[in-house]
Nanobody, 127 residues
Framework: QVQLVESGGGLVQAGGSLRLSCAAS????????MGWFRQAPGKEREFVAA????????YYADSVKGRFTISRDNAKNTVYLQMNSLKPEDTAVYYC????????????????????WGQGTQVTVSS
């Protein structure tokens, strides 16, 4: 069982930056692929970024490539999402997700690829 708690959301002006954190419980955090998803009002939850258990592979949605960076610190059981050059369309609730994979996650952008989810943190970007 893995419990995930997101933090770091808030209100920021367009062009600004935020860093989200996701703290995970459990001693096997280093065995889990981690993902970030987001859901804007009235829209479906969508993939943002993912990282393999080792941190050696990262994956991004086209909409955030070059602006967002996902990373992890297995010693701290934490995954991060550095968000730069934020746009109003990045406004959403951001969710952290996790699942156990022995190798690379087969479909890192799929909602169904993750068994564990956090409660979310709100990110609001003003224009």
């Amino acid at each position: 069982q893995v419990q995930l708690v997101e933090s770091g959301g808030g209100l920021v002006q367009a062009g600004g930056s935020l860093r989200l954190s996701c703290a995970a419980s459990g001693r096997t955090f280093s065995s889990y692929a981690m993902g970030w998803f987001r859901q804007a009002p009235g829209k479906e939850r969508e993939f943002v970024a993912a990282i393999s258990w080792s941190g050696g592979s990262t994956y991004y949605a086209d909409s955030v490539k070059g602006r967002f960076t996902i990373s992890r610190d297995n010693a701290k059981n934490t995954v991060y999402l550095q968000m730069n050059s934020l746009k109003p369309e990045d406004t959403a609730v951001y969710y952290c997700a996790a699942n156990y994979y022995e190798g690379e996650p087969p479909n890192p952008g799929a909602l169904t690829g993750y068994d564990y989810w956090g409660q979310g943190t709100q990110v609001t970007v003003s224009s």
